[in-house]
């Protein structure tokens, strides 16, 4: 159904492994410089896959507040936070301009892993004769965690924190859908609008996938395993792409109706036009066919009221896998055609539920500079993939409005459009 409001964006915030802020996010993506690396954050020597695009040179000491809050933010909520607060900066937010009971926030996240180091003497006080005895992990839990522990590692609490935090008491959610939440989240934040619940809303999503027990649980998935080069590991599209490339961020956008917006004399950096969702049952290993997408793209641009030719690019989700990068191609390619087409898991790797609010953020920095960031590493096009992808140099904008899609291995889908005002 169209979107009875003109719903804006007035604000950007991001926490990237190629730049926190969006001046920094977007000049990294001018310099087309990658952010994947050899992992650092601990010791990566026996992980199946050493390298991914973290987070460098964040201090949480610096963006949170107050600095008590720390003990009970894993290292998901402190970025989820911070995205969130540089979307407020951005757009110029400030308590009395916003009635608070009319200012909410919708994020998109996933799992967070504990801290190990939190549980080793927990584990220890298991173990008997160097076996684990299952019937102490709850006592030994109970006794020797934090009480306030489970605070740290549910995925709600990055919403709760930022709503806390700017005096947002208007309605609070938590998207949890794997890769499509970060979109998801921002769809879900225009419909608060559009009903007339709120006035301004922060929608956005964090994830990481480089936490040790993330990355053991999915080795058995597609992961690259070109440790030699990490920054040329993540290629979409291209005919050597080899898997997965993890990586962490988080990314917030600040939204608005468009009378609040003018009222405040905020500038407008995009107006949402519409978006869908979609959902492709599967079972007994069949693979997806790419129904949800094309059906999630038809709906985002019966939504926006747009024909595929007034797209002027997409912003794919693109993980450099065998499998699922000739799916996205072909949906892309039966309905919008020859329309331009960049990746930018390329640049930073994989993010789980941020990756759609970090594609964002870049789609409304592209909107307002007229270009379309290259995908990196793409040099060998595949015949399984027969779309446009943008690579070398950036591409100049020739239609101000631009598709986002995000899809998840299970089946479901999600398209947005954004558009000049």
């Avoid at 709120?198 to 999503?205: H, R, S």
């Avoid at 040329?232 to 005919?239: E, G, L, W, Y």
């Avoid at 978006?275 to 997806?288: I, K, W, Y």
């Avoid at 926006?304 to 989700?317: D, K, N, R």
Wanted: proline share 7%; with cysteine.
């Amino acid at each position: 159904m169209p979107l009875k409001k003109d719903i804006v964006v007035t604000g950007l915030g991001i926490v990237s492994p190629i730049g926190i802020g969006a001046e920094a996010f977007w000049t990294a993506l001018g310099q087309r410089r990658s952010g994947v690396r050899r992992l650092d954050l601990f010791t990566a020597d026996d992980l199946p896959v050493p390298f991914g695009g973290a987070v460098v040179d964040f201090d949480p000491k610096t963006y949170v507040r107050p600095r008590k809050s720390l003990k009970v933010m894993s290292r998901d909520i402190q970025l989820g936070f911070t995205a969130a607060d540089l979307a407020c900066q951005h757009a110029g937010h400030h308590r009395q301009a916003v009635d608070p009971e009319r200012f909410g926030t919708v994020f998109g996240a996933e799992m967070i892993p504990c801290e190990l180091p939190e549980m080793v003497p927990t584990y220890r006080s298991c173990l008997v004769e160097g076996r684990f005895d299952f019937q102490r992990w709850g006592p030994a839990a109970m006794s020797d965690l934090f009480p306030l522990w489970m605070l740290k590692y549910l995925p709600n609490m990055p919403a709760c924190h930022i709503g806390i935090a700017q005096d947002a008491r208007g309605p609070c959610n938590t998207l949890t859908l794997g890769d499509v939440s970060g979109l998801s989240a921002t769809a879900e934040a225009v419909r608060v609008l559009d009903r007339g619940q709120a006035d301004a809303m922060l929608a956005g999503g964090v994830g990481s996938r480089i936490h040790p027990t993330t990355i053991f649980r999915g080795a058995a998935h597609e992961l690259s395993r070109c440790a030699e080069e990490p920054e040329r590991a993540c290629r979409p599209f291209d005919a050597r792409r080899d898997g997965i490339v993890n990586g962490e961020g988080a990314a917030a956008v600040m939204l608005e109706t468009l009378p609040h917006a003018q009222a405040r004399g905020t500038a407008v950096l995009a107006r949402i036009l519409g978006f869908g969702s979609a959902f492709e049952p599967t079972a007994n290993g069949v693979p997806l066919s790419g129904q949800s997408l094309r059906a999630a793209l038809h709906a985002a641009l019966q939504d926006a009221g747009l024909a595929p030719s007034e797209i002027g690019a997409v912003f794919a989700h693109g993980v450099s896998t065998l499998r699922d990068d000739p799916r996205e191609a072909q949906a892309l390619r039966d309905v919008l055609g020859d329309v331009p087409v960049t990746a930018l898991k390329s640049y930073f790797g994989h993010c789980g539920a941020a990756s759609g609010a970090l594609d964002l953020v870049a789609a409304v920095l592209s909107l307002g500079h007229g270009v379309v960031p290259p995908t990196l590493n793409y040099e060998n096009p595949d015949p399984h993939c027969p779309i446009n992808v943008v690579h070398g140099d950036g591409l100049p904008l020739q239609r101000e409005k631009i598709l986002l899609l995000s899809h998840t291995q299970h089946g479901q889908a999600t398209a947005l459009v954004i558009g000049a005002l």
